[in-house]
């Protein structure tokens, strides 16, 4: 399969426990995207990545949310001190940098925090 | 901030009627793409649009982008359940992220 790879898929945690996600993107893409979505809704940008650089950070991205993609290839999602809003799917998707580029998205890690 | 609005939020319609999904925004964009979601799974794209009053086809699906560039539609005629799902629209600018609307749910029933 050489789809978006997003593990794990689902997250069971308490409230103040730390939370780290991985996204393993379609190999020759060079940009990779992290959005939140709720149910129901559409999903929400959270940042984005252009090979290893972290190009755009969303204002509704906590202090307690971080993310690397340290070689420019697979990048981690990190939460700490989980809370519970912030129960949702997050959703990783990656892109070749074209005009009008296409992204592909992993099936996501559902997180629900108790 | 660049918002897309989409309506209905919700749609419940018989197999076999036709349906049209609008994504509005008082911004312009460079782009306009439609995704369509199920349950667990991320979005897949269907089309994208870049041209002022551009029209595509796919299949039993019409796409249509505003003139102003602001605006789009999603019509689809004799629906199956096999539509049923999430359809998102999605606007690009030149910044490379994309920004979605809020989602119409469309439900299809036999």
């Known amino acids: 399969d050489t789809g978006v790879s997003q593990d794990p898929r689902h997250k069971i945690t308490k409230r103040g426990q730390n939370v780290t996600f991985r996204c393993d993107p379609i190999s020759e893409h060079n940009r990779l995207y992290w959005y939140r979505q709720t149910l129901g809704q559409g999903p929400e940008f959270l940042t984005y990545f252009q090979n290893e650089a972290q190009l755009e950070k ?55 925090v108790l | 901030t660049q918002l897309l609005e989409q309506s209905p939020q919700f749609l419940s319609i018989q197999e076999g009627e036709n349906l049209t999904v609008y994504c509005n925004s008082s911004s312009v964009f460079s782009s306009l793409q439609w995704y369509r979601q199920e349950p667990g799974e991320g979005p897949v794209l269907l089309v994208t649009v870049v041209t002022g009053g551009e029209v595509k086809k796919l299949k039993r699906l019409t796409f249509q982008f505003g003139d102003a560039r602001k605006d789009s539609s999603l019509h689809i005629t004799a629906a199956q359940t096999g539509d049923t799902g999430l359809y998102l629209c999605a606007g690009g600018g030149n910044t490379g992220k994309l920004i979605f609307g809020q989602g119409t749910t469309l439900q299809v029933k036999p």
């Open chain 1, 58 to 112: 969303s204002r509704l991205l906590s202090d307690r949310f971080s993310a690397e993609r340290p070689k420019g290839s697979f990048s981690t999602l990190e939460i700490q001190r989980t809370e519970q809003g912030d129960s949702a799917m997050y959703l990783c998707a990656s892109s070749l940098l074209r005009t009008n580029e296409k992204l592909f998205f992993g099936s996501g890690t559902q997180l629900s």
